[in-house]
């Protein structure tokens, strides 16, 4: 492999030469290699402390709710309910975290929700067209919003608080125009399929379906796969892995959680659709975040804007295509959530907005950007909507829900700050 | 002599691992105009803010006395009580509000509670008056050029019963006819009584207006010169500004220049990015060649970082003529990326702010600048990722025990080290280091050297851009000096003296004509 001729030119030849006179900095890791080690460990826990953290306080809520509502927070029907509640803010989180990770933020996606929804009702429900024409043009829309922000993000540079303050209002009004100011409703079947939709009974089964515990085994499977490939890899690089023991206890353990989920699924209406739809997206931008150069120069833009410019980033274009995503998912929620609420409101989406930033930020995205995960925020959209619906099962009133979740929100950037403070400290 | 207005004794300020002062004694006779001097980071600054109170009393030892009596400053506001007022080189002026806003800000003309607008402007056009500048008191700040604005903050520095007005670098951002006028003000000043301390790189200022000079080297006071009693020349301060050893702080290197001409820059001028009119760097040309290292030599503003980033892809200024040849042939540099493609790497003077992702681990950071190697149709191979960054620590011995150690951890030595690497993976033909071993202790200094002497020995051409003479001496091949973004000269390595290129350096604009 030639991967880094420069080194070979420079380095192999002859070692360093070394002058007795010359002072020497005291040596840091030059002590024993364990300190080394227990410092790297460390330092690995502290980067995943906001990860891990939030984690455990999302099995600690799940809990929570679960014991105060009787267990009736996990029962079949009620964990079929929470994904088709909050399966559109939890596609709106995957976009947004992306805008925050970058260091902007994005006001407008209620209002963009509301118009693709709205222009995909005028072509089905009042011109009549097909279903997927709907949903193409809707999509088509969200694209356009999309690279009208961006081109003001990126090449004309207003801060994106700004251009998507004036999109929230902008599309809101476009929504009302579309829509005349009225509802329109019912969709076509197919349409309402689209989130209203199970997929079930295709494998039959008696009482519960199989179909649901098939995908599961096979994602699971998959899952399985690509984390020994991965493993693999790092063995062949010569990197270190966790121990084989520790491997297989967490394929397990993601394992059992899955099948959990599905027996679950299983026994109510079987397989949404909308969580299918959730599923392929979680894992598409996990990729593009985690192991594609576009994600690494979302993160580099994030992280020291400067750095990266200097460094090559084409970060006109990289905030660009930032905000032409956003658009995309902001219509496929729109289609998502026009398809549950089977039809097409004015007021539609209005607040998504903050429900998808309060799911990044409580997902252990940074305030200032260069930090973030697409399944930290799924898991803070997750948080948001089991503490939702189970407040909701236990009755509590609509104002004590609000204040809960102000100060859920309220807490956990407090902890990212206080988090970011220790590490400063550290340096 | 009368007694002196004022004294610092044996002043010493650490910061963490670093001697910022060391015993350093300064003595300012009333009613004079004392000038100090000294190179980049020789200590001038921070010894005006431990007098200043910028480091209160405790964060330094020593003994400051103000007028006869002894006095220990815990903020700006203490000094400022007692008649010391501090202008800094960058203007500390609000743009949008008034003059007479900006005279009185912090020290507003009030009455019950109220801003007294009619006795603030009153006041403010008396004080304007005396320092010469013609302007209403209500015309925004932002309106004014920069030698006006200064004039605003030495009004302002009068309403408040200045005694001692201490000034860095005042004429650095002025043009002659304003530094005239400057200089002139602070004459006037003198005549009234006030006393000045004036830092300067401009050697021909400090010969015209200053009583006194005091030379700070290294972080210690070398000698104070009487400019009156001894016929001081231009020559003398120099002699007293450098003068270090260079024994055993540079690795041995056989110069391993040859013929090929590898980057040439040509009539290239460059203007400031928001003050169109200002040229900052006036029609340099210089060429570099394989295996040659080149210094570029230069006193703070003179051009030198301005120079780079505007070649390093158009990183800085705007109405940016001139050509760039590479290997001979002209080539056209849009942006940062054409300037990798086209082998040229630009270590950044500020690592912190412009070199690295600090929140990022060192793998991230080192592969920033050439993830296409990485990566095929989008996807980054993750382990061959770390595989590189894992040599790159083990061959420039980046003290980390992982490369997933995280950026911002590293001490400022490592993290020029993860810089380099960062470059030196782009396979560069030429490499522009700006300052690197600013902020970095002398053990990994001398590593770095070793490594821009092995960049040399393998065929790159090596532009050294810093703030210290000795350093420059002891590793480039030829250096080129800059001066008011100009190039007045180019020295071979033989040739290169610090007081010869200190004086190409300080050489003003009518000199070079």
């Known amino acids: 492999m030639n991967a880094i001729p420069a080194l070979k030119d420079v380095f192999t030849r002859g070692q360093r030469q070394s002058d007795p006179d010359t002072p020497r900095a005291p040596e840091q890791g030059g002590e024993p290699r364990v300190v080394g080690a227990v410092d790297a460990l460390r330092d690995v826990f502290t980067r995943n402390l906001r990860q891990s953290g939030i984690y455990i306080a999302f099995v600690a809520i799940i809990g929570l709710f679960a014991w105060l509502t009787d267990g009736l927070l996990l029962s079949p029907d009620n964990v079929t309910n929470v994904f088709l509640q909050y399966g559109y803010i939890l596609i709106l989180a995957i976009g947004m975290v992306i805008v925050i990770i970058a260091g902007h933020i994005d006001l407008s996606v209620g209002s963009v929700v509301a118009l693709t929804g709205a222009v995909s009702a005028t072509f089905v429900i009042k011109q009549g067209h097909p279903s997927w024409l709907g949903v193409l043009v809707a999509l088509g829309v969200g694209l356009l919003v999309g690279a009208w922000q961006g081109f003001w993000v990126a090449f004309v540079g207003i801060p994106a608080f700004i251009v998507t303050l004036a999109g929230m209002l902008l599309f809101r009004g476009m929504t009302l125009r579309v829509l005349h100011n009225i509802s329109l409703s019912p969709f076509p079947t197919d349409y309402h399929n689209i989130a209203g939709g199970f997929i079930n009974g295709v494998l039959g089964g008696n009482g519960y379906d199989v179909f649901t515990l098939v995908v599961a085994a096979v994602g699971i499977a998959g899952y399985a796969y690509s984390q020994l490939r991965n493993r693999r890899g790092r063995i062949r690089y010569q990197q270190s892995v966790e121990a084989f023991p520790l491997f297989v206890l967490r394929l397990v353990l993601v394992a059992v959680v899955v099948m959990a989920l599905a027996w679950q699924l299983a026994h109510s209406r079987g397989l949404p659709v909308v969580l299918i739809i959730l599923g392929i997206l979680i894992m598409t931008y996990s990729v593009i975040t985690t192991k594609t150069v576009f994600g ?6 994030g992280g020291n804007l400067s750095a990266a410019q200097l460094s ?14 956003m658009g995309f998912l902001a219509a496929v929620a729109g289609v998502v959530f026009s398809s549950r609420s089977n039809g097409s409101q004015p007021a539609a989406g209005q607040m998504f907005e903050l429900d998808a930033i309060a799911a990044c930020f409580i ?35 609509q104002s004590v829900q609000q204040m809960i979740k102000g100060l859920v929100l309220l807490l956990a950037v407090a902890f990212d700050i206080y988090n970011k403070r220790r590490a400063g400290a550290a340096r | 002599m009368a007694q002196p207005i004022l004294e610092m004794r044996s002043i010493t300020k650490t910061f963490p691992g670093v001697k910022a002062l060391q015993d350093v004694s300064l003595s300012v006779a009333p009613g004079e105009v004392h000038a100090i001097c000294g190179e980049n980071g020789a200590g001038k600054s921070t010894l005006m803010k431990v007098l200043s109170g910028v480091y209160p009393h405790g964060t330094y030892d020593g003994e400051i006395l103000f007028e006869g009596e002894e006095v220990a400053f815990g903020s700006i506001n203490d000094s400022e009580a007692r008649g010391i007022v501090i202008i800094h080189q960058e203007l500390a002026l609000v743009p949008y509000l008034s003059v007479a806003e900006n005279i009185f800000l912090g020290n507003e003309r009030v009455r019950r509670g109220l801003i007294n607008w009619n006795q603030a402007n009153s006041e403010a056009s008396a004080l304007l008056r005396r320092v010469g500048l013609d302007e209403l008191p209500v015309t925004p700040v932002g309106h004014l050029g920069v030698g006006k604005q200064q004039l605003v903050e030495i009004a302002k520095a009068l309403s408040k019963k200045v005694r001692l007005l201490i000034l860095d670098e005042p004429t650095a951002a002025l043009n002659d006819t304003d530094s005239e006028h400057l200089l002139g003000l602070l004459r006037q000043l003198q005549a009234e009584g006030i006393t000045s301390i004036m830092i300067s790189h401009k050697l021909n200022e400090i010969a015209e207006i200053a009583d006194s000079t005091t030379i700070i080297r290294d972080g210690r006071t070398i ?36 013929d090929e001409e590898i980057l040439r820059i040509e009539n290239w001028t460059v203007h400031h990015p928001t003050d169109p009119d200002r040229v900052v760097v ?27 980033m505007s070649v390093f892809g158009r990183s800085y200024g705007r109405n940016i003529t001139g050509k760039v040849f590479v290997r001979g042939r002209e080539v056209t540099i849009r942006d940062v990326d054409d300037a990798i493609g086209h082998g ?19 793998r991230t950071n080192i592969s920033a600048a050439s993830l296409r190697k990485f990566s095929s149709f989008g996807w980054i191979n993750a382990n061959e990722e770390i595989r590189v960054a894992e040599e790159y620590r083990q061959s420039m011995k980046i003290k980390a025990p992982t490369v997933l150690a995280t950026a911002g951890k590293l001490s400022g030595g490592n993290q020029q080290k993860v810089v380099l690497s960062k470059w030196i993976h782009t ?10 071993t600013r902020g970095i202790d002398v053990g990994a200094k001398y590593e770095i050297y070793t490594i821009i002497n092995r960049l040399a020995d393998a065929g790159k051409a090596v532009v050294v851009i810093s703030s210290e003479l000795p350093e420059l001496i002891g590793i480039c091949d030829r250096i080129y000096t800059l001066a008011f973004g100009r190039i007045t000269g180019v020295l071979p390595r033989e040739q290169a003296t610090q007081e010869n290129l200190m004086e190409l350096m300080t050489k003003e604009r009518d000199t070079v004509r």
């Not at chain 1, 940074?366 to 407040?391: D, E, H, K, P, Y």
């Open chain 2, 427 to 436: 396979d560069p033909d030429v490499l522009i280091l700006d300052e690197p």
């Open chain 1, 363 to 397: 997902g252990g995205a940074s305030t200032t950007g260069g930090v973030g995960r697409v399944t930290g925020a799924m898991v803070g959209g997750l948080i948001m909507g089991v503490m939702s619906n189970g407040m909701q099962l236990m009755g509590i009133d």
């Open chain 1, 296 to 301: 690494r120069h979302v993160y580099a833009i």
């Open chain 2, 223 to 258: 000698e104070t010169l009487d400019m009156h009693a001894d016929k001081v020349t231009q020559e003398r301060i120099i002699k007293g500004m450098v003068g270090r050893d260079l024994d055993h702080r540079f690795p041995p290197h056989e110069p391993s220049v040859r």
């Open chain 2, 282 to 308: 006036d029609d340099a040309s210089l060429y570099v060649r394989a295996g040659e290292v080149v210094g570029i030599a230069g006193l703070m503003g003179a051009g030198r970082t301005e120079l780079a």
């Open chain 2, 344 to 362: 040229i790497a630009y270590a950044t003077e500020d690592r912190k702010k412009y070199g690295l992702n600090l929140i990022e681990d060192i």
């Open chain 1, 312 to 325: 090559g980033v084409k970060v006109k274009k990289v905030n660009f295509w930032i905000f032409v995503n």
